[in-house]
């Protein structure tokens, strides 16, 4: 049994918050000793009356938020400023073949969120964490470019097709392995505009979730975020561990650092180094070498990802192509907007 006393302490190494009182699942008691320095507390093993020693645990308190690890996800999308008529398969999946690929826009603002907590605090970690083909590694090292410590590319055939369910459930995976305290990622991938898998990866992990973040800081243990909703701006705060998702509103993320770039350009997955026979590149550089993770590295069941593990169908695929029209210039003059007004009510555009 564990009995826990004082404020709630967080082990970031197991992913458990103990809160005050009594937990059956544990057999310690953690008691928060005012006369020894944050972050070390006394165990007290009720098993063995008696026994007393001292364990140093991961306490977030409003001094201690150094030396936390973010993970942000990120996703390659399809540019869909330049979509053609091959740009869907028959099965009804995105064509990437064909199109040119790029950083999910709203996944860089959720990167400059993290970024700046980064700066603000020292020993903090951020990695970035994408599913996709190999060629997905690309905005990793976009990542490290802009600030990113590290990288980490799910890639398998098994993969392939994955809808939002089946994605959510193989980042899940990838987050308890990484252990983190902070996820953070984009609203939604310009590719489906679902919004779906952030808030399915907090559901998997059983962490809290806060959606449509703008900004954020941390006070004492908590973070503090604003968020940005259809009809004005909501602050929440929240505990750790936590998932966040961020608003295409919120600040742009910074450029590319030359010195940054000049450490990184290197930088390549298992796979991508074999393809260019370029293994002596990272022999003795470990800092170019992106971690590269299969179905079997998480521990996923292959029947949960891809097209079998996916229970989203696209029924059809309607190609629109939009011809320009006749045009109509228009005045300021009263008389000008009052005919189209009436134009508008008259075949229902407004009204």
């Given at each position: 049994m564990?009995r826990?006393?004082?404020?709630?302490?967080?082990?970031?190494?197991?992913?458990?918050?103990?809160?005050?009182?009594?937990?059956?699942?544990?057999?310690?008691?953690?008691?928060?000793d005012?006369?020894?320095?944050?972050?070390?507390?006394?165990i007290?093993?009720?098993?063995l009356?008696?026994?007393?020693?001292?364990y140093?645990?991961?306490?977030k308190?409003?001094n201690?938020?150094?030396g936390?690890?973010?993970?942000?996800?990120?996703?390659?999308?399809p540019d869909?400023?330049?979509?053609?008529?091959?740009?869907m398969?028959a099965?009804?999946?995105?064509n990437?073949?064909?199109?040119?690929?790029?950083?999910?826009?709203?996944?860089?603002?959720?990167?400059?969120?993290?970024?700046?907590?980064?700066?603000?605090?020292?020993?903090?970690?951020?990695t970035l964490?994408t599913?996709?083909?190999?060629?997905?590694?690309e905005?990793?090292?976009?990542?490290l470019?802009?600030?990113a410590?590290?990288?980490v590319?799910l890639?398998?055939?098994?993969f392939?097709?994955?809808?939002?369910?089946?994605?959510?459930?193989?980042?899940?995976?990838?987050?308890?392995?990484?252990?983190p305290?902070?996820?953070?990622?984009g609203?939604?991938?310009i590719?489906?505009?679902?919004?779906?898998?952030g808030?399915?990866?907090?559901?998997?992990l059983?962490?809290?979730q806060?959606?449509?973040?703008?900004?954020?800081?941390f006070?004492g243990?908590?973070?503090i975020?604003?968020r940005r909703?259809e009809?004005?701006?909501?602050?929440?705060?929240?505990?750790?561990?936590?998932?966040?998702?961020?608003?295409g509103?919120?600040?742009?993320?910074?450029?590319r650092?030359?010195?940054?770039?000049?450490?990184?350009?290197?930088?390549?997955?298992?796979?991508?180094?074999?393809?260019?026979?370029?293994?002596?590149?990272?022999?003795?550089r470990?800092?170019?070498?992106i971690t590269?993770?299969?179905?079997?590295?998480?521990?996923?069941?292959?029947?949960?990802?891809?097209?079998?593990?996916?229970?989203?169908?696209?029924?059809?695929i309607?190609?629109?192509i939009?011809?320009?029209?006749?045009?109509?210039?228009?005045?300021?003059?009263?008389?000008?907007?009052?005919?189209l007004?009436?134009?508008?009510?008259?075949?229902?555009t407004?009204?």
């Open positions: 564990i826990a006393e004082g404020r709630s302490c967080w082990f970031r190494t197991g992913g458990i918050r103990i809160e005050p009182g009594y937990h059956n699942d544990l057999n310690v008691k953690i008691i928060k005012p006369g020894i320095s944050t972050g070390i507390h006394k007290v093993n009720e098993w009356p008696g026994t007393v020693f001292y140093i645990c991961h306490f308190s409003e201690e938020m150094n936390i690890k973010i993970v942000v996800l990120a996703k390659q999308v869909t400023r330049n979509v053609g008529p091959d740009a398969k099965d009804g999946t995105v990437r073949s064909v199109l040119p690929a790029i950083f999910n826009p709203e996944d860089l603002n959720a990167l400059e969120q993290a970024l700046r907590i980064k700066e603000r605090y020292e020993g903090v970690t951020v964490l599913m996709g083909p190999v060629r997905a590694a905005i990793i090292r976009e990542g470019y802009r600030g410590d590290d990288g590319l890639t398998d055939r098994a392939a097709g994955s809808d939002t369910l089946a994605t959510s459930y193989a980042l899940a995976l990838a987050v308890r392995k990484l252990s305290d902070l996820v953070i990622g609203r939604q991938a590719d489906g505009d679902t919004a779906q898998v808030p399915q990866v907090a559901e998997k059983g962490w809290p806060v959606t449509y973040a703008e900004e954020m800081h006070e243990d908590r973070l975020i604003r909703l009809r004005g701006v909501e602050t929440v705060s929240a505990p750790l561990p936590l998932v966040v998702t961020v608003n509103t919120a600040p742009a993320c910074r450029y650092n030359a010195r940054l770039v000049m450490k990184y350009k290197y930088a390549r997955t298992e796979t991508e180094l074999q393809a260019e026979n370029a293994d002596y590149i990272a022999a003795g470990p800092l170019i070498k590269e993770w299969g179905v079997d590295a998480i521990g996923a069941d292959p029947d949960q990802l891809g097209l079998s593990g996916s229970p989203t169908k696209v029924k059809e309607e190609n629109v939009l011809q320009s029209k006749e045009s109509k210039r228009l005045t300021s003059s009263d008389s000008d907007i009052e005919s007004v009436r134009e508008l009510l008259e075949n229902h407004i009204g």
